[in-house]
């Protein structure tokens, strides 16, 4: 769990002190800098450590590197490259070496647990959302690089969590209510491609997986978060791959689970399913509804103690790997943090220097010097940028993963980015190639002023960052591409078409690989360093040896089978769940068909008096209610009713009625088998009916005062 603000707040020193939480999420919203991060840390840690817990906290963070850092501190923390650079030097030392200098960085301030890398491999180039998060679309090569990252951290004492089982970047939206994010892939296909580096990470003992908020549509017809699947968890991750280690949820709080589920649920589903570990990411009332709902499942034994006490051991074994009170309490520091500087910027730069690709060049242009002529005029377009938030993180507070329209200005009064691509500009024209023009452009496409430089242009450069999410940017690039080309065919041409370059800041598939007419370039990042690198090579100061990740797409085959996520089961509570229980009520019958049963039955109900519902046993007779609910959205998704005659210890299983939109997800089962054993557990019944009896002249307690009730009543007084 997190929380927001730079100093220790009254609300995460109360999840530390009295619900005795012991692992911390961090995100940028936790950082101004390294020194003020080191002391919050701190902090954190001498709360848990008075407060009497035996281990110390777990603080992890999501620090994927490239565009995706929750901490960054020009002073002290090295802005490392992404994966995907990673995966253009195709290094496997640099991946070892970049994941153990990360992790080097963050035990300094006193950071234990790396939630990364990414592990997760694109499917489909086309679809954004993973970009440079990824190592690539080879899951083998994903594989390789995403171990020995993983091994530089743990050389480096600090545990990782390998992201996101199972995810890839071929996701569709299912239209149903849980607008779930899903993989429309077969589990055989699977195995072969994303599945594929998590089964080399679990073989080289990977601490941590997090689970992923997305569903496969093969592993069953109703389709459920992977963090919340049984299936998927337990069966597959567990059962067929044979990992042991810790099992981290998606944080609930996400829309599509917090809306749908409802946190309450979601935590019990999730640890039902096979996580251990619950992920409420900052919403103060949201963790005290998972732990209010976990406290209820331990009682009416949803979630067996045993089974919590197994997940327990399995934190408590990484916690005793990573963490000791000395090294909690007293971390290195900046002091060790200023000692790393210089290597660890040199190992940047070399990475950078290597991830730089060429990837295509016809006719050739690199290097401008030897290709342009003298006192050349050079249109520089760069888009107005501003960082998002990455699509999955667990965090959801990480500085982000992709590059969209900027919609504020900084308070120097240039949008993001502008200052490196004022200073990229700048530098150009100091190369002797000739004369550069700067200026931006946006979702408004290219307009007189764009139209004019390519006038003139003897070389025309256009950066695009995430063109996939942008697709303006794309639109742009292109339109330019077609104007210069129209240039070449006008009659009042004077000099021929400028030569056109296009600079891709982050994911290489941009554009698809080979479309582009003239030169395409992949930096991977939108950084500095990176952007003084590629300046190098069409400069002629450095020859560009990465090469972009790729391999043919999977088909996609689509296959189901049965999938049941856990529900939590509650005993309905008047005054909390009235109001609720109407609203459900009058959509259960506004959903059947006229006359059906289940209309009639709910109609029947909406008319009952409040005290119908109170619970209150006769002398003869008790009736209980039991329900399944959303409590975030204080939403009721099932109820069933229960009668128990006591002087022959026989009872009506009565009716159970489900929303229809959460039909088909188990609910009713698991009304169902709940009721079954507060029977057995609670009222010792000798037999069981499912369906009353006594439906027809009694249902439930009796709203208005008149003969027929009241003989109805004294009638059954007497059974």
């Not at 990824?134 to 743990?154: M, Q, T, Y």
């Amino acid at each position: 769990m997190g929380f927001d603000g730079t100093e220790v707040n009254p609300h995460i020193r109360t999840l530390i002190e009295e619900y005795r939480l012991g692992t911390i999420l961090l995100n940028a919203k936790n950082f101004v800098s390294a020194e003020q991060g080191l002391r919050l840390i701190r902090d954190l840690q001498i709360i848990a450590h008075r407060s009497g817990h035996e281990q110390p906290l777990l603080i992890a963070l999501d620090q994927e590197n490239g565009l995706v850092n929750s901490i960054t501190d020009e002073l002290h923390i090295t802005q490392f490259p992404s994966s995907m650079a990673i995966a253009a030097t195709n290094s496997k030392e640099n991946a070892y070496l970049v994941g153990h200098a990360t992790a080097r960085e963050l035990s300094a301030i006193g950071v234990n647990w790396l939630l990364g890398p990414a592990l997760d491999v694109i499917l489909d180039r086309t679809v954004p959302g993973l970009g440079t998060r990824s190592f690539g679309d080879d899951p083998h090569l994903v594989a390789k690089l995403g171990s020995n990252f993983i091994r530089g951290c743990r050389d480096a004492h600090v545990a990782c969590c390998a992201k996101h089982f199972p995810l890839g970047g071929s996701l569709e939206i299912d239209e149903s209510v849980a607008k779930v994010p899903v993989i429309s892939t077969s589990l055989e296909q699977l195995r072969q491609s994303i599945i594929v580096p998590f089964e080399q990470a679990i073989h080289d003992g990977v601490d941590g997986i997090a689970a992923a908020g997305c569903a496969i549509s093969s592993m069953g017809p109703k389709l459920m978060h992977a963090c919340l699947s049984k299936k998927v968890l337990t069966e597959l991750l567990r059962g067929q791959l044979g990992y042991e280690g810790v099992i981290i949820s998606e944080c609930l709080e996400m829309d599509g689970i917090a809306q749908s589920v409802g946190v309450g649920q979601a935590t019990v589903m999730g640890l039902s399913a096979g996580c251990d570990m619950i992920n409420v990411c900052r919403s103060f009332p949201m963790q005290l509804e998972a732990f209010a709902s976990l406290s209820l499942a331990l009682d009416n034994k949803t979630v067996p103690a045993s089974r919590v006490e197994e997940k327990a051991l399995r934190i408590s074994s990484m916690k005793n790997k990573y963490t000791n009170w000395q090294q909690a309490l007293q971390p290195l520091g900046l002091q060790h943090l200023e000692s790393l500087r210089a290597e660890h910027r040199q190992l940047a730069l070399r990475v950078y220097e290597q991830s730089m690709t060429i990837l295509q060049d016809d006719p050739p242009v690199i290097p401008l010097t030897q290709t342009l002529p003298t006192r050349s005029k050079i249109a520089l377009f760069t888009p107005l940028l501003r960082v998002g938030q990455p699509q999955s993180s667990l965090s959801h507070g990480t500085r982000g993963s992709s590059l969209t329209l900027q919609t504020r200005k900084f308070a120097s009064g240039s949008m993001y980015g502008e200052e490196y691509f004022q200073a990229f500009g700048q530098a150009l024209s100091r190369c002797g190639v000739g004369e550069v023009v700067h200026t931006s452009y946006s979702s408004h496409g290219v307009q007189i002023e764009h139209e004019r430089l390519l006038e003139d242009a003897d070389l025309v450069i256009i950066m695009v960052a995430d063109a996939t999410r942008n697709q303006y940017q794309a639109a742009f690039a292109r339109h330019v591409n077609v104007l210069c080309r129209l240039r070449e065919r006008g009659q009042k041409a004077v000099k021929g078409p400028p030569a056109v370059v296009l600079l891709s800041l982050s994911s290489p598939y941009d554009l698809p690989i080979g479309s582009w007419r003239g030169t395409h370039l992949a930096i991977y990042d939108c950084t500095a360093v990176s952007l003084s690198c590629v300046l190098r090579v069409l400069c002629g100061n450095l020859k560009a040896e990465g090469r972009a990740p790729g391999h043919p797409m999977p088909k996609r085959v689509q296959s189901r089978e049965d999938h049941q996520p856990t529900w939590l089961v509650e005993q309905f509570d008047p005054t909390r769940d009235l109001t609720s229980l109407y609203v459900f009520l009058k959509a259960a019958a506004e959903s059947e068909s006229e006359g059906s049963p289940a209309e009639k039955l709910s109609l029947w109900l909406s008319g009952l008096c409040p005290d119908a519902f109170s619970n209150a046993p006769t002398s003869t007779m008790a009736t209980y209610y039991f329900i399944v609910r959303n409590a975030s959205t204080e939403t009721i998704y099932g109820l069933c009713r229960l009668h128990h005659f006591k002087s022959v210890s026989h009872s009506c299983l009565d009716f159970i009625l489900v929303e229809a939109s959460k039909r088909r997800l188990s609910i009713g089962t698991d009304l169902y088998n709940f009721t079954l054993s507060f029977l057995r557990d609670r009222l010792n019944a000798n037999t069981v009916q499912v369906g009353c009896p006594l439906f027809g002249i009694y249902p439930g307690l009796l709203k208005s005062s008149t003969p027929a009730n009241d003989y109805a009543k004294k009638w059954l007084e007497n059974l």
